[in-house]
């Protein structure tokens, strides 16, 4: 009879916590998202990525709750599920988690469940970069936003973000070296890649995901909703082994309420567009020409003012569900250029973030320009904006 090896690999899902922020009245981890929870969403990603022990970390009065949602996202991997009870913070429940993880694994990863839609290849990343000699790794995105520091409602100083990265889960780590740091732990640390470091240990990164954002607020739910609504597959032409091209365009006038979005960037001190959403031309503009290459409709079909969940939604919320119908149609996006035509806001000194955010949510590299009219039009005026984008998707 032969002997199937335990894995080398455990994840431990943390899902103790409180959800105060979330403004449930429940924990954060047993909220519905959709048809499920926080944690099966969670768990629908732990068990597509590499074969791992997993543990599941709750409270002590969700344990039974916890366990139908693993068994359910686990299926004929039930075998390789612990469920045990949290302690009073999230440092004690990852200890809770550390003391069932079974003897021969070498590779630890602790992932929260509120990071519900993380993908599965961010878990193949981190295990790989362990496996690869990197004693600690967390995957971490480039800060794109405007940073200040405030002190009593006023700005201090301007914050140069070039050095800085916003850290996600799952984080990695050899099985020792974890072990080694939860044994000297003399304080709380708000991640385990700080803990690790505070031990002496350096710490790596691989990139992270967008869709592996944290689901804090109502709004973080709002969102995740919206990405995690299921897609049903749809054929509408025969496929063809060539590339398929498509064109969007979108225009939006000045005026809006709130801040000003555009190409998956918010710039303080604009004024605002008009829109059912945030009114970002730019991103509208490429979902109608990859939908149009995929042959899929265009924007008011699929994101139109019959669809209120929509309302106010920004750039990756649309990108990340356009990438899904595509990848549902059979194919895949290969890339996309988009021009700007607007006096203002001024492109040239965040084109790259601009190119960085809108790729990332679409999956696709994303090449953004930007021009002026001369003065002529409604956007020569200063009226508005206008968008224009050429895609090509594949077949898959």
């Given at each position: 009879?032969?002997?199937?090896?335990?894995?080398?690999?455990?994840?431990?899902?943390?899902?103790?916590?409180?959800?105060?922020?979330?403004?449930?009245?429940?924990?954060?981890?047993?909220?519905?998202?959709?048809?499920?929870?926080i944690?099966?969403?969670?768990?629908?990603g732990?068990?597509?990525?590499?074969?791992?022990?997993?543990?599941?970390?709750?409270?002590?009065d969700?344990?039974?709750?916890?366990?139908?949602?693993?068994d359910?996202?686990?299926?004929s991997?039930?075998?390789?599920?612990?469920?045990?009870?949290?302690?009073?913070?999230?440092?004690?429940?990852?200890?809770?988690?550390?003391?069932?993880v079974?003897?021969?694994?070498?590779?630890?990863?602790?992932?929260?469940?509120?990071?519900?839609?993380?993908?599965?290849?961010?878990?193949?990343r981190?295990?790989?970069?362990?496996?690869?000699?990197?004693?600690?790794?967390?995957?971490?995105?480039?800060?794109?936003?405007?940073?200040?520091?405030?002190?009593?409602?006023?700005?201090?100083?301007?914050?140069?973000?070039?050095d800085?990265?916003?850290?996600?889960?799952p984080?990695?780590?050899?099985?020792?070296?974890?072990d080694?740091?939860?044994?000297?732990?003399?304080?709380?640390?708000?991640?385990d890649a700080?803990?690790?470091?505070?031990?002496?240990?350096?710490?790596?990164?691989?990139?992270?995901?967008?869709?592996?954002f944290?689901?804090?607020?109502?709004?973080?739910?709002?969102?995740?909703a919206?990405?995690?609504?299921?897609?049903?597959?749809?054929?509408?032409?025969?496929?063809?082994?060539?590339?398929?091209?498509?064109?969007?365009?979108?225009v939006h006038?000045?005026?809006?309420?709130g801040?000003?979005?555009?190409?998956?960037?918010?710039?303080p001190?604009?004024?605002?567009?008009?829109?059912h959403?945030?009114?970002?031309?730019?991103?509208?503009a490429?979902?109608?020409?990859?939908?149009?290459?995929?042959?899929?409709?265009?924007?008011?079909?699929?994101?139109?003012?019959?669809?209120p969940?929509?309302?106010?939604?920004?750039?990756?919320?649309?990108?990340?569900?356009?990438?899904?119908?595509?990848?549902?149609?059979?194919?895949r996006?290969?890339?996309?250029?988009?021009?700007?035509?607007?006096?203002?806001?001024?492109?040239?000194?965040?084109?790259?973030?601009?190119?960085?955010?809108?790729?990332?949510?679409?999956?696709?590299?994303?090449?953004?320009s930007?021009?002026?009219?001369?003065?002529?039009?409604?956007?020569?005026?200063g009226?508005?904006?206008?968008?224009?984008?050429?895609?090509?998707?594949?077949?898959?």
């Amino acid at each position: 009879m032969s002997i199937i090896a335990a894995p080398r690999v455990a994840v431990i899902v943390v899902a103790a916590g409180s959800g105060t922020r979330l403004g449930a009245d429940m924990p954060k981890a047993f909220v519905g998202l959709g048809a499920h929870t926080i944690l099966r969403h969670a768990l629908a990603g732990v068990f597509a990525g590499p074969e791992a022990q997993v543990v599941i970390v709750a409270p002590e009065d969700r344990l039974g709750d916890a366990r139908t949602d693993a068994d359910e996202a686990a299926g004929s991997r039930r075998d390789l599920v612990s469920v045990v009870a949290g302690g009073a913070t999230r440092q004690a429940s990852v200890a809770a988690g550390l003391h069932a993880v079974w003897p021969d694994v070498e590779i630890v990863l602790v992932h929260d469940a509120a990071r519900a839609l993380t993908p599965p290849d961010v878990f193949a990343r981190v295990i790989e970069a362990v496996r690869s000699g990197q004693d600690a790794v967390l995957p971490v995105l480039p800060v794109v936003d405007t940073l200040k520091k405030v002190a009593a409602s006023t700005v201090v100083a301007a914050v140069d973000r070039a050095d800085l990265a916003a850290a996600q889960t799952p984080q990695g780590f050899r099985r020792d070296i974890l072990d080694t740091a939860y044994g000297a732990a003399g304080a709380d640390f708000t991640d385990d890649a700080a803990l690790v470091q505070h031990a002496g240990f350096p710490v790596f990164t691989v990139p992270g995901d967008e869709r592996a954002f944290k689901i804090t607020t109502p709004a973080d739910l709002q969102r995740a909703a919206l990405l995690a609504t299921p897609v049903t597959p749809v054929h509408p032409f025969p496929r063809v082994a060539a590339p398929r091209v498509g064109v969007g365009t979108d225009v939006h006038a000045f005026g809006g309420e709130g801040a000003l979005w555009l190409a998956g960037l918010e710039w303080p001190g604009e004024v605002a567009l008009h829109g059912h959403s945030d009114g970002d031309a730019v991103a509208h503009a490429i979902v109608d020409a990859v939908l149009a290459a995929a042959g899929l409709g265009d924007i008011g079909t699929h994101f139109g003012t019959d669809h209120p969940e929509y309302a106010g939604a920004h750039a990756d919320a649309f990108l990340g569900r356009t990438r899904e119908l595509v990848e549902a149609a059979g194919y895949r996006i290969g890339n996309v250029s988009v021009q700007v035509q607007a006096n203002r806001p001024r492109f040239a000194a965040r084109r790259v973030d601009a190119e960085q955010v809108l790729s990332t949510a679409l999956g696709a590299p994303v090449a953004v320009s930007a021009t002026t009219t001369d003065g002529l039009g409604f956007t020569g005026a200063g009226e508005g904006v206008a968008a224009f984008a050429v895609a090509v998707v594949l077949p898959a």
